[in-house]
């Protein structure tokens, strides 16, 4: 745990990795994973209600 400009920067999970922007606590698996998960999930969507083509599957 650490602490600067009196805005606390730690991280509860032991098995995340945590970075910081700003005073934001950015949790790697948690939050990114979950994103790019969610824009592949969409993407696909759109690209299958448009008949297009998805290479990856």
Known sequence: ???????????PY??????FYGKHRVL????CHRAFS???????AKVNAEGWWWPFD
């Open 38 to 44: 969610e824009a592949y999930q969409r993407t696909k």
């Open 1 to 11: 745990m650490m602490e600067i400009d009196g805005v606390e920067l730690s991280n």
């Open 28 to 31: 790697l698996k948690r939050h």
């Open 14 to 19: 032991a098995d995340d990795v945590a970075f």
